[in-house]
């Protein structure tokens, strides 16, 4: 009878131990069960710094703009009667991007330009804005405080040469003579004096900026 007793609990013994029938004893040891629990664990997150990149990709983060050509692709159209050609201002190096088609957002500050003659007679016969000569200078037109500069300063040696690329030579030297006597030792309304080697913009427009003091730069 002991022995029948012996036999009926050996055959229970696997599904008491937890062991179905066919499955390794072994597996049921504790360190098998802890490392069986540890693969079932899932894979950790990545660091949330990780992610990001991927995120950004994902949500389609638009790249930093790219910096916008200085020269024009597409030139200012000359109007019929100027004496400026059209295929000289088609060789033009100009500095804007061609974004602008008139000077309202110049004249949000610079509002005594309007009527000057350089900035209107350009617009009108070439269809120039300010940013030709002087870049869209976005940073500039930003700047409320008025300390960033605009993209292009035209220093006094270089003006002539750049309005040389497209209005040709005086065409009368004598009245040039005439105009030069007449202001001998007088300072224009851009607060310059006139003198032999006087550049474009010393005669031509009132083309400067006053300061509150009266002064010009």
Not at 46 to 62: C, I, N, Q, Y
């Amino acid at each position: 009878m002991a022995r029948l007793l012996i036999g009926v609990l050996a055959a229970f013994t696997p599904a008491l131990t937890g062991c179905s029938m066919g499955e390794d004893p072994a597996s049921h040891a504790p360190g098998a069960m802890v490392a069986s629990a540890a693969a079932a664990e899932p894979a950790a997150k990545p660091a949330a710094a990780d992610s990001l990149p991927a995120a950004s990709a994902a949500m389609g983060t638009p790249s930093p703009p790219a910096e916008k050509p200085l020269v024009t692709k597409a030139k200012p159209s000359v109007k019929a009667g100027s004496k400026v050609s059209q295929a000289r201002m088609s060789k033009a190096k100009l500095y804007d991007s061609g974004d602008f088609e008139d000077n309202e957002a110049c004249l949000v500050c610079h509002a005594d330009f309007k009527s000057e003659l350089l900035v209107s007679k350009h617009l009108a016969d070439a269809a120039m804005t300010c940013c030709a000569c002087h870049g869209d200078s976005d940073m500039h037109r930003s700047d409320e405080s008025n300390i960033t500069r605009p993209d292009v300063i035209w220093g006094r040696a270089e003006i002539d040469a750049f309005c040389n690329q497209c209005h040709e030579p005086h065409e009368k030297p004598d009245k040039v003579e005439e105009f030069r006597k007449t202001w001998a030792g007088k300072r224009r309304p851009t607060g310059r004096f006139v003198v032999k080697d006087s550049a474009c913009t010393d005669c031509h427009g009132d083309h400067a900026v006053a300061l509150p003091e009266g002064s010009f730069k």
